[in-house]
């Protein structure tokens, strides 16, 4: 099998690099990163909107989706794509980090899920087989493998249970995907072993040897320090073949993103940006300010200077504040497109920096006035 | 004084009439009807999307915007329009409505009222005056009376009591609002008179005689029966000059703009477009129809057919009403441009009919369907 990936530069003094992930939709270019529309939309946003930022790879919630439309409606309009007017690419999760953190009950097995919905208290049986079908209904142009999501705290016989459970998933997943006729999605297998460096080594190891278009690590951004985030992603990233896709799950806030394109990641998504923009947190260069503060109130100035959002390029700080004071939806829907449309223009500038070898120069100057110091 | 208002056609066999009404940011063909931003902002969506529909003319809140984001920010920014960035018409209520009906206290007396803050309980006094130099402040194209707002089940006294206290409001207002320079915003009188024609009747040439641009009709729309709104309109509305521009406050569905413009009515406002998309009721021919509804799940039409908003353009039924369903924030901004887009387009069509001398006929037969019979 073809690699959907291909590298285009490789940072002279660090594992960055800029590359181009070929998919079902249109090529990506990495490092990206990637908004989340759990229920089919980016919230607070149009799709055109995500699109004309320059977006063209975003993630959808398999957990959501299945039970919410339901499979029968994306069946009947041919997809995820079609049901939401969304013409370019779609990275659908497998559910499994959703049956652990919003169901109200789960039982594991070898042979699956069984979970209650968190929506109505309807039970559901998810098998690796099952979560892979899924996301052919959906029409995903990358499907992720069902795993099993621990928190960072438990014992080391339980992540070795984990870990052999999702690598069992792994190859059935990888098995029933292989057997499908006429669905270009591409499956990533994920990486687990918690924060035990001998099976997050194992695991990587296993998930790599299995021919997945991608891989993705999983488990991490769990609570962890960012010292350990940052010693973990370094250390599992090495057992990773440079010549697939790399992915980093649950990643969206510029210093996090900046260490993992560091250690040569080329994928992060992550509710940050749209959910702290509903709250009324927006990215600046100076980190992340909250417009309901007093100090806005009389401010002339744009959310971010430079930024070309609507919010900037329209309003004052001082009306977005009054809007989110107000409790009007406006806010939110400014915010979520500035949120967005800064993260896109940090990733165009990540890979600028790379492609001419200053990636650790821009990282360095970048988080110096990032975090104020 | 030159008239604000210019009538460019009579419908032959109604009272019904096209306009067209100068302000300071240009012409408003009427009948129009005006969005509602109470807040500086049309509720979830864009002003260039409000404007991008057609609208010139939108509607603020005095009182909203007086408390939040209240008169120093508003100074500080040069008005409503700068602050808010919209560069068409605004007309502003009085504040009366809201006092009466939101406050958590309030005291009238012949000088003003005093009332307490629904945000933070903090006291504050207006007089007519004041509510005159808010507006001022606001920048409104189109101002407001301070008026009493009375419920339809009152006595006569109490009725009398609060007519001559709007009366004695208005002859201030008036003569503060004569007194300003370099202001051009233009200053509606409101008629009351609750649900007595004597007083309506008594209201009408009052306010009539006091050389307003404009001339609103208070009071109608607060419970009362579609007849007795009717009956009254009518009534009232026969002792309007038809040289000025009349205005109805607080109707935004079909039938009762039908209604208004069948009595000579150029203007209407109302929540009810805004607020019914957010909870998921859509404008179609056939009347409202509830978005959340199961009868939607499967269905891949538009929300009204010939529409030519984002929902109907690029949306099925059952992607929004699984939006509804999911309770995301696109849900609402679709509803909402949908509504919007709807009620422009409708009165497109009744000022077409009016010129073409058929809007008896265009309002019968737009009744019969939208009513189902």
């Given amino acids: 099998m073809a690699g959907i990936f291909r590298k285009t530069h490789q940072d002279a003094h660090s594992l960055a690099r800029c590359g181009v992930i070929s998919l079902g939709h249109g090529e990506v270019e990495s490092p990206a990163f990637m908004p989340v529309g759990t229920n089919g939309t980016v919230k607070g946003i149009y799709h055109d909107t995500v699109q004309d930022i320059g977006y063209n790879l975003i993630l959808g919630n398999t957990y959501h989706l299945y039970l919410r439309p339901g499979i029968e409606v994306l069946k009947r309009f041919g997809g995820l794509h079609a049901f939401s007017n969304w013409k370019h690419n779609i990275l659908t999760d497998s559910g499994g980090f959703q049956v652990f953190s919003l169901s109200q009950f789960r039982k594991i097995s070898e042979e699956g899920v069984v979970f209650q919905s968190h929506i109505d208290g309807s039970r559901h049986h998810l098998t690796p087989e099952k979560v892979v079908d899924i996301q052919q ?58 924060f035990y460096k001998d099976l997050r080594k194992e695991s990587a190891l296993a998930i790599s040897g299995m021919d997945f278009p991608g891989i993705a690590i999983g488990g991490l951004s769990v609570g962890e320090t ?116 800064y993260l896109y223009r940090l990733m165009q500038d990540v890979r600028q920096a790379i492609r001419e070898d200053r990636f650790g120069e821009f990282k360095r100057s970048y988080l110096a006035r990032y975090y104020g110091t």
Same sequence: chains 1, 2.
């Fill in 137 to 194: 209904v959906i029409g995903s142009d990358i499907l992720m493998c069902l795993d099993v999501c621990t928190p960072p705290d438990i014992t080391y016989r339980k992540a070795r249970e984990a870990l052999e459970i999702t690598h069992a998933w792994a190859r059935r997943s990888h098995d029933h995907w292989s057997s499908l006729e006429g669905f270009d999605g591409k499956l990533f297998g994920i990486v687990q072993g918690n």
């Fill in 226 to 341: 960012p010292e350990m985030f940052s010693e973990y992603l370094a250390y599992t990233t090495e057992f990773i073949p440079a010549e697939k896709p790399r992915y980093v799950m649950g990643i969206g806030s510029p210093d996090y993103i900046l260490d993992a394109v560091a250690n040569g990641i080329d994928l992060f998504d992550c509710v940050l940006a749209t959910r702290a923009a509903r709250n009324g947190s927006v990215f600046t260069d100076d980190g992340m300010i909250q417009m309901k503060k007093a100090v806005h109130e009389f401010d002339q100035g744009p959310l971010s200077e430079g930024c070309t959002c609507t919010a900037c390029t329209s309003y004052s700080r001082a009306y977005v504040r009054h809007l989110f004071k107000a409790q009007e939806m406006l806010g939110g829907m400014l915010a979520t497109e500035h949120n967005l449309t």
